[in-house]
């Protein structure tokens, strides 16, 4: 069985910043890529940002020179780095992999970390 669990997540008014980690434990042979993603109040998921497992990253357009994603493979966590966090950030962020458990990858989820940014 494997777990994504994130941690990070709370209150912090507009231009502060956060740092989520997520954590993936469990049977896991590899990890392939991992990201963050974000769903805010009647609004649909959206990818935030992703990792590959040399560390490349890519960001939502939205997010690009504030968030920074790394990942330590040595402890099979994902990071992100929020800066200048505005009010439109404000969302339930989700880590997600893409992890080899047996033979094969499968997609995994985490619960999700509440972030609000006030202003």
């Known amino acids: 069985q494997v777990q994504l669990v994130e941690s990070g997540g709370g209150l912090v008014q507009t231009g502060g910043s956060l740092r989520l980690s997520c954590a993936a434990s469990?049977?896991?042979?590899?990890?392939?890529?991992m990201g963050w993603y974000r769903q805010a109040p009647g609004k649909q998921r959206e990818l935030v940002a992703i990792?590959?497992?040399?560390?490349?990253?890519n960001y939502a357009d939205s997010v690009k020179g504030r968030f920074t994603i790394s990942r330590d493979n040595a402890k099979n966590t994902v990071y992100l780095q929020m800066n200048s966090l505005k009010p439109e950030d404000t969302a339930v962020y989700y880590c997600?992999?893409?992890?080899?458990?047996?033979?094969?990858?499968?997609?995994?989820w985490g619960q999700g970390t509440q972030v609000t940014v006030s202003s």
């Open positions: 469990g049977r896991i042979f590899s990890i392939d890529g």
């Open positions: 990792i590959t497992s040399r560390g490349v990253p």
């Open positions: 997600n992999g893409n992890i080899m458990s047996g033979t094969v990858y499968y997609n995994y």
